[in-house]
């Protein structure tokens, strides 16, 4: 069975301090792997796509990374305006063309300034 | 990215009734959108897949006439949810897949339905 684990189910950090986000999956056929930020009350907001184990991709104090078998999203010198639940999706073949997201539970993002 | 505009944001109906909300891609054609579900605290949990000018194809255990699926165009597709009670009380959220290089979904602001 298809699964996508993200860990912690949440996370504090004061201001400045760095830390990574894991998403471990098991699936059969992956297509993708997607990383999302959801504010309360508002649909997911698209932060990176990663195909391939090694492949590395970066958006302002985000960075996220991909192996075989996980993702980390790791945030750099985190502001309060970084608080947010961040998910992980993966992207399996099904369903039509592009094929189906399967999310995880999400990581909730605290940020104390 | 892409905008992808859902409507309402929030609505609130009686038990009983039936409660329609839109999906729009403003700036891209998409053939196919997808309606999800999310409870407090939890994930998005996939509904349906919309695929314009044909059927939905629904998630094992979503009652398919409960929740109802249209995709009349490249850039709408519709999620009615007919005699609505509390238990369908939820966030429900839509995405839409813009097909090109690297395909990608894109999500809307999502709709809180409260059955009073």
């Known amino acids: 069975e298809d699964q996508v684990t993200q860990s912690p189910e949440a996370l504090r950090l004061q201001e400045g301090e760095s830390s990574s986000l894991n998403c471990s999956y098991t699936?059969?056929?992956?297509?993708?792997l997607f990383w999302y930020r959801q504010d309360p009350g508002k649909g997911p907001e698209f932060l990176f796509t990663?195909?391939?184990a090694g492949e590395e991709k970066e958006k302002e104090r985000l960075k996220a990374t991909l192996t075989k078998k996980e993702s980390f999203l790791h945030i750099t010198a985190p502001k309060p305006e970084d608080s947010a639940t961040y998910l992980c999706a993966v992207l399996i073949a099904g369903g039509t063309s592009y094929g189906k997201l399967t999310f995880g539970q999400g990581t909730i993002l605290t940020v104390h300034p | 990215g892409a905008v992808v505009s859902q409507h309402p944001s929030r609505v609130i109906c009686k038990s009983g009734t039936s409660v329609k909300i839109e999906c729009r891609s403003l700036d891209f054609q998409a053939t196919t959108m997808f309606w999800y579900r999310q409870f407090p605290k939890k994930s998005l949990m996939l509904m349906a897949t919309s695929n314009e000018g044909s059927k939905a194809t629904y998630e094992q255990g979503v009652e398919k006439d409960k929740f109802l699926i249209n995709h009349a165009s490249l850039t709408l597709s519709t999620l009615t949810v007919t005699s609505a009670h509390p238990e369908d009380s939820s966030f429900y959220i839509c995405?839409?897949?813009?097909?090109?290089?690297?395909?990608?979904?894109?999500f809307g602001q999502g709709t809180r339905l409260t059955v009073v």
């Open positions: 699936v059969s056929g992956l297509r993708g």
């Open positions: 995405s839409a897949e813009r097909q090109g290089w690297n395909t990608e979904a894109f």
């Open positions: 990663l195909y391939s």
